[in-house]
């Protein structure tokens, strides 16, 4: 398995704020990264990806990509206690995706 | 996107046993995943299922105890196999969208063997 990395929180917050989550990955080949939520009980759906070096914007969620530090982050803004769920980064050095360990989010009303 | 129905949605099982699980797609697709993803654990990729060729297993997995088929373009089934407690998990089946797009996941098979 390519290793990804992600601190597993749980991460608390409180509404408004902003909420960073970092994840690391070990294989310099990998060329699409994404961020997936996951509620409990459910699959992941997708909130963004990112190939290129830099960040993107959308909405409340903006991902920053490093390839020279091996480094994928997402901001959230404004948290609301439906951001609360588990994220999951996920690396895809082609084909197959492999993902994180996941960060445990909590929005606090 | 792709949408995709995945059965039997969960299932309890006697250890010993072997349990499949169909994964079917609305469309197309090249390669199809599983993935298990154990309680309180992230996504695991399992193996890659390609249509007319074997399966390919990541490492600590096995075509013994996960024995995959991939009949046509649109329809695959994961088989665990002589099932132990340890095996209790999520089971997902995954597509991907197109060249460096997402994944779609089927809603996953939520296993128990007893």
């Known amino acids: 398995q390519k290793e990804v990395e992600q601190n597993s929180g749980p991460l608390s917050v409180p509404e408004g704020a902003i909420a960073s989550l970092n994840c690391t990955y070990s294989?310099?080949?990998?060329?699409?990264f994404f961020w997936y939520r996951q509620y409990s009980g459910k699959s992941p759906e997708l909130i963004m990806f990112i190939y290129s070096n830099g960040d993107k914007e959308d909405g409340r969620f903006t991902a920053q990509l490093n390839k020279a530090s091996q480094y994928v982050s997402l901001l959230i803004r404004d948290s609301q206690p439906s951001d609360s769920a588990t994220y999951l980064c996920a690396v895809s050095p082609g084909n197959q995706f492999y993902f994180g360990t996941g960060t445990s989010l909590t929005v606090i009303p | 996107s792709a949408v995709i129905s995945q059965k039997p949605s969960r299932d309890i099982c006697q250890r010993g046993t072997s349990l499949t699980i169909q994964c079917q797609v609305d469309?197309?697709?090249?390669?199809m995943f599983w993935y298990r993803q154990q309680p309180g654990q992230s996504l695991t990729l399992i193996a890659t299922a390609n249509q007319g060729s074997e399966a390919t297993y990541e490492s600590g997995f096995v075509i013994d105890k996960f024995p995959i088929s991939r009949p046509n373009l649109t329809f695959s089934t994961l088989t665990v196999s002589n099932m132990s407690p340890e095996d209790s998990s999520i089971y997902l089946c995954?597509?991907?969208?197109?060249?460096?797009?997402?994944?779609?996941f089927g809603q996953g098979t939520r296993l128990t063997v007893v």
């Open positions: 469309s197309q697709v090249t390669m």
């Open positions: 294989d310099r080949g990998s060329q699409s």
């Open positions: 995954s597509v991907e969208g197109g060249a460096q797009t997402e994944a779609f």
